[in-house]
């Protein structure tokens, strides 16, 4: 499998993003999909996840109710809503596709990663 992230760039507090994570090469099916993010000079770090029926998400408690995490199976996507972004927000946010077992949460569960995509927050 291989994602391909795009959709971020730079923007203003308070401002929105849509990021995108294309798969190819092998369908999602049945692979929990997530967002990380590594801000500059920092670990990276759990986002947000989806199941693959979009039965369950989850999210980091730093971006409860601004963020949304959304997947379109038939068009091998899955998307981040990021709405009423902060400075705090800047990072490289990375997609990434889960298969096996294990905490969702847990960067080292995933299998599939994609290059990352820089979104920087200004005030």
């Known amino acids: 499998v291989q994602l391909q992230a795009s959709g971020g760039g730079l923007v203003q507090a308070g401002g929105s993003l849509r990021l995108s994570c294309a798969a190819s090469g092998r369908t999602l099916s049945s692979a929990v999909m997530g967002w990380f993010r590594q801000p500059p000079g920092k670990e990276r770090e759990f986002v947000a996840s989806?199941?693959?029926?979009?039965?369950?998400?989850y999210y980091a408690d730093s971006v409860k109710g601004r963020f949304t995490i959304s997947r379109d199976n038939a068009k091998n996507t899955v998307y981040l809503q990021m709405n009423s972004l902060k400075r705090e927000d800047t990072a490289v946010y990375y997609c990434?596709?889960?298969?096996?077992?294990?905490?969702?949460?847990?960067?080292?569960?995933?299998?599939?990663w994609g290059q990352g995509t820089l979104v920087t927050v200004y005030s």
């Open positions: 989806i199941s693959w029926t979009a039965s369950s998400t």
């Open positions: 990434a596709a889960k298969r096996g077992s294990g905490s969702v949460y847990v960067l080292d569960n995933y299998d599939y």
